[in-house]
């Protein structure tokens, strides 16, 4: 593996490049991803959280990155692959998630329920 992998600025890029990357693809790539990501409502109350000027800046670049390298279209497992495409996304968020999570409010996640459709007693059905 090269040394520029790791200079690649669509990985670590800038924070405002990462920000404009994931406000350009990330609804493209939800809809996409639909169904195969069981925690789709905290992927994007994290995209919320990310978004919100509100939230400390080191929670702000963790989430970035990782919901930077979900919309990419090129990753270590192609998301085209049927079954197991987006099992690297998977991982990568759920590892931002869980470090992050405490940041992640009430508001961000009622946002995510909005956007996703999802009203609050289906929510509480499904847990």
């Keep these: 593996m090269s040394d520029r992998h790791y200079a690649d600025p669509e990985i670590i890029g800038p924070e405002k490049g990462r920000e404009e990357r994931v406000r350009k693809g990330f609804w493209r790539t939800v809809a996409k991803a639909a169904g195969r990501i069981p925690f789709m409502d905290e992927v994007v ?3 919320f959280c ?4 509100a939230t400390p800046l080191r929670v702000r670049a963790i989430l970035l990155a990782a919901l930077a390298y979900f919309v990419m279209p090129f990753d270590v497992v192609p998301d085209m692959l049927l079954g197991i495409g987006f099992t ?3 991982t990568v968020l759920a590892a931002a998630i869980a470090s992050v999570r405490s940041s992640m409010t009430d508001s961000h996640r ?3 329920r909005t956007a996703l459709g999802i009203d609050g007693d289906r929510q509480r059905e499904s847990q």
């Design 110 to 112: 009622a946002a995510a």
């Design 50 to 53: 990310a978004l919100d000027p």
């Design 45 to 47: 109350a994290a995209y």
């Design 88 to 90: 690297d996304d998977l």
